[in-house]
Structures are given as C-alpha cells and as structure tokens.
C-alpha cells in the first residue's frame, strides 16, 4: 500500500501558481457571469419533484472551460477530477459532491445550440465590451479559415459529414468547415462571424462580416473586385483589399507595395485566428453538423474576444476598486 505523505493529505508544503490557475482567474474576472446566466437562464431547466438542475452559473463555467481547453465532455468530467484550478473556477468542491457528469455536461450543450444561444452569447458579449469602453471603429478586416472536418467514412454512418465540403488551398485539399471573420483594424477584436462549409467562396460572406458604418475594409485577394458588395453593405466604406494579379496580367510595382501597406493591417486578423485554432483548440470540428460547430464558433469568437479584452477590463476593474 503506498504511503500517505504530508502532500497527498493535502498538506503540500511547496506550491506555485500556475499558467492555467493565472488564465483562469483573468478570466473569471474578465466574463460577465451574470448577464451571460441571464440570457440562459429562462430557457435553463427549473427545480420541480425530481432531481434538482445544477447551477447555471457552475454549468456555463465548465462549458467555457470545454472550450477553453478543447475537452470533450467525457474529458471535461474527467479534468474536474483531475485538476484543482479547473474545480476552483467552477466551484465544484469535491469534499462535499461530486463533478457534474458528461450526461450533464452534453445537455447543457445541446440546450445552447438547440435555442441557438452561441451567437446571443457573441451579441451579449460584444455590447458588454462597447459598454466598457471598446467601441467598433470604422474599419473592418474581414478573412476566412478553414476548420478541418475528418474525411474518413470509417465511422457508425459509413460516411462523411454530408454538411461538410472540400475545397483546394493552394495544392492542398480541404475537407471541413470555414469560419468567416469580421475584426475591428483598432481592437482587433471580433464584431461579426458566419459559419459556412468549406466550398464557400470568401467572397459570399463578405455582406454578413460587414457593421454598416465602416470607412475601410480590408481584406486578402479573394475579397478583390467586391466594390459593388461593399458599397451595398457600408456606402461609406473605400475598398482596401489586396488588389490580386492574373496569369496574362500581373501585378504592377506599384499595386504590390499598395498590398505590402495595406497587409500591415490585414494582419491584425491573424491575431484572432491564431486565440481560436492554437491557444483554443478549434481547429477541427467537434461534432457532426454545421449548427452544432457553427455555435461552438460563436462561442469560441466571444470567448476569443475577452481574452484580447482582459488586460483592459481588468485594469478597469483596478481603477473602480482605487
């Protein structure tokens, strides 16, 4: 039998804080629980005869944990067990019950995405931030990735997801999804997003990423020649998309430094993209469905959104306290 140590019997002598403990705090303090719980709140299970629901609080919180860490919710149930900081932030205390199971964990999920509250989430979370300050400016980049799907048939249907497409990148075909992005070329953070399958032109979307009140829009190539659809979506707007070249005419010296400028800003996009599919995880689909992965898109945007945001927010907070 192995030993009871000071440290297993919760006496730990030394400890260090760590990167996911220090995530998880700027994050608790950087979301709006309560304007997020009530938008959920009156479609949320009430306690009746039979088992009482779990907290909603408690149960946004291990969603967003889910997504966070890109868990599944066998492996978020596990993680709670597992991990101290996780079971701090969502305020399970194991001495008195147990972690919410995955059973739990998917209903809540599949409540959201059946009341289609992953882009009411992204709308609640946006004018939260205008309210402290982080107001959308008047110009926008606009850009695309794509969200690998598996391409495999070996699976209970003996087929691929029929709502997912290919597409060519380059030399490389594609099979998935593509998130379609607007971001604001001052916060760079995230005002509008559109799930579409991967065959979707860039260009389609283009209307749907654009607020109306822009003065520029920004965008790679593929938004090249879109004049008429900007001027549709925002009269005000001057096009500063990358002008593209063809085969029997190639781009001027001159256009290509035009690019070269104009890519400084375009950049700024990339900074989202990167929060999404690396620190986030999102960068293949989850589930089958383009609801189900258009949700957790919005989801993972609005999240995305106040981690760019926290280091304001908190400051904010700090200056309320003084």
């Not at 709006?32 to 719980?37: E, K, N, T, Y």
């Not at 967003?64 to 067990?81: G, I, K, M, R, T």
């Amino acid at each position: 039998m192995k030993q009871t140590t000071l440290s297993t019997g919760g006496f730990d002598r030394f400890g260090k804080t760590t990167r996911r403990a220090t995530f998880l705090a700027e994050m608790d303090r950087a979301v709006p629980w309560s304007v997020l719980c009530a938008l959920i709140e009156p479609v949320y299970p009430k306690a009746g005869s039979g088992r009482p629901p779990v907290g909603l609080e408690r149960m946004l919180r291990i969603y967003f944990l889910q997504n966070w860490f890109n868990l599944s919710d066998p492996a978020v149930e596990e993680s709670l067990y597992d991990s101290l900081s996780m079971r701090e932030f969502a305020g399970v205390d194991l001495g008195r019950e147990g972690a919410p199971d995955e059973t739990t964990v998917c209903k809540f999920r599949h409540l959201l995405e059946r009341h289609g509250l992953g882009k009411r989430i992204f709308e609640e979370v946006g004018r939260h931030l205008q309210t402290q300050g982080l107001k959308v400016s008047t110009g926008t980049i606009v850009d695309a990735t794509i969200i690998n799907a598996p391409s495999s048939t070996k699976n209970r249907d003996n087929a691929r997801d029929p709502e997912m497409h290919q597409t060519k990148k380059g030399n490389q075909w594609y099979f998935g999804m593509k998130a379609h992005i607007g971001v604001d070329s001052k916060t760079k953070l995230i005002h509008s997003v559109v799930a579409t399958a991967a065959n979707e032109h860039d260009k389609h979307a283009l209307p749907e990423l654009l607020h109306g009140n822009e003065r520029r829009v920004y965008g790679d190539s593929a938004y090249s020649s879109q004049q008429e659809a900007i001027a549709q979506a925002a009269p005000k707007a001057r096009d500063f998309t990358n002008k593209k070249g063809f085969r029997n005419r190639g781009l001027t010296e001159r256009e290509r430094e035009k690019n070269s400028r104009k890519s400084s800003v375009r950049a700024k996009v990339e900074h989202a993209f990167l929060i999404i599919k690396r620190i986030f995880g999102f960068s293949k689909v989850s589930y089958r469905g383009m609801m189900k992965n258009g949700n957790r898109l919005f989801v993972v945007a609005s999240l995305a959104n106040l981690f760019m945001a926290r280091h304001h927010l908190l400051r904010l907070q700090q200056r309320r306290c003084v």
